[in-house]
């Protein structure tokens, strides 16, 4: 067990499992955790994640023949997101990679770093001559952990403890911190989001100073339930959620994170066929204004003109946005967004529905510049609104002084 694991369980956290490693599933309410994400910063352990490295010049081709992205588009201290696809152009796992000075890292939600490597020495077996340049491929965890901050405020507390150069991260970019320690900025629910990764032993002090610093920020410890509500209504890939439907990207509309005019990578073939082919269903969102007596569940059928076109995927009542938001598995021909001519049969009788683009949350990070705006600092806007009421009150006052001035050079005394 380690010093991260015990301290969670010191503290409370009813713990879960993903991935294969015991992790907090939650702290508190997963609303409590969702309006901290929303609203505040929360921090989770995110141990969950396999992490692998790859080192030497040839490492960037051989991971180009492995996934969907191009990684020669990344350099040193950037990072893309990618996916992982089997033989038949079949999602494996999504994951984000790296470029870190002499190494690419890999970094996936949903398969260890054992897994990964594995991988990567299977598209490297009868093919060394051609990467004779590999020098390791290692994986990082168990060893390695990872502390996820998520929300409007992340980037302030991080900058008070790592220095300001947090503020200026790019998205989808890392830093080296103290020591031994790597901060990425990226995430796949909206708000700001940083994965800081490193060795278990020092996450585990980093955890108790966060969760000082972080007092003044109503920052929250939080757990993986959260994300049920921050996914759906920001949705990315999950293969709970997805699997039991497809696994392709072409049905889950995840071809942006495709490129087909690189060289051949696992899966392309496959996924190339199905692109001329046409695929005979796709995944599209759903919202239903308000909060219905019957929330639709997964596998309900959806009916258009008496014909059965799909079902639904998930659903649920997001109180943040006063809509039931959802996905669903349509038919190619009908999975169109905008669309208000669907019903969702229920246990309790036919909803009316109406497709969507996605994401479908206001982030709440769009309303935070961190050049303007502060959380803790009382003479700087905690946010856009804020900052857009205080230009108000500014301009009335100086209105109304520019009026009393008026009011009294009218009342003097004439000479």
């Not at 490693?21 to 309410?29: E, F, K, M």
């Not at 352990?45 to 030497?56: T, V």
């Not at 997101?81 to 970094?107: M, V």
């Not at 051949?264 to 073939?269: D, I, M, R, S």
Request: aromatic share 10%.
């Amino acid at each position: 067990m380690s010093r991260l694991t015990e301290i969670h369980q010191q503290h409370g956290a009813v713990m879960g499992e993903r991935n294969g490693v015991a992790i907090p599933a939650s702290y508190c309410t997963a609303d409590e955790e969702h309006q901290a994400v929303r609203k505040n910063i929360l921090l989770s352990d995110y141990s969950h994640f396999g992490i692998a490295a790859i080192s030497g010049e040839s490492a960037w081709s051989l991971l180009n023949q492995l996934v969907s992205g191009d990684v020669s588009s990344i350099r040193d201290e950037q990072a893309m997101y990618s996916l992982l696809l089997d033989e038949q152009g079949h999602i494996i796992t999504d994951l984000y990679i790296a470029c870190d000075d002499e190494r690419f890292l890999l970094l996936s939600e949903w398969v260890s770093g054992e897994t990964l490597c594995e991988m990567l020495r299977a598209k490297l077996a009868g093919n060394e001559e051609e990467f004779e340049d590999i020098e390791s491929i290692e994986s990082l965890t168990p060893e390695w952990g990872m502390l996820h901050f998520e929300g409007p405020y992340a980037w302030e507390l991080l900058a008070e403890v790592y220095g300001m150069d947090v503020i200026g991260l790019p998205f989808q970019e890392h830093m080296h911190v103290e020591d031994d320690l790597i901060l990425l900025r990226s995430g796949k629910h909206g708000e700001y989001s940083y994965k800081l990764m490193g060795p278990q032993e020092l996450l585990a002090d980093v955890w108790k100073q966060m969760l000082a610093a972080g007092e003044k920020y109503d920052m929250r410890a939080g757990g993986l339930n959260y994300q049920r509500m921050a996914r759906l209504e920001n949705p990315c890939w999950e293969p709970d959620v997805f699997n039991a439907y497809t696994s392709c990207p072409i049905a889950l509309q995840m071809q942006w994170a495709v490129r087909y005019d690189k060289d051949g990578f696992t899966g392309q073939e496959s996924l190339s066929g199905r692109v001329e082919q046409g695929a005979s269903h796709r995944v599209v969102g759903m919202t239903i204004a308000g909060k219905p007596q019957a929330v639709p569940q997964r596998g309900d059928k959806v009916m258009f003109e008496g014909n059965c076109i799909g079902e639904v995927i998930v659903c649920d009542y997001s109180a943040d946005l006063e809509a039931c938001l959802g996905r669903l598995f349509l038919t190619d021909a009908w999975a169109w967004a905008d669309i208000d001519a669907y019903q969702v049969v229920t246990a309790s009788g036919p909803v009316a529905v109406m497709t969507s683009a996605v994401p479908f949350a206001r982030n709440y990070s769009f309303l935070i510049n961190p050049s303007e705006h502060s959380y803790v600092d009382s003479t700087r806007p905690r946010d856009l609104l804020q900052q857009f009421e205080w230009q108000k009150q500014k301009e009335e006052q100086a209105q109304a002084e520019k009026d009393a001035l008026a009011a009294a050079v009218d009342n003097a005394p004439k000479a």
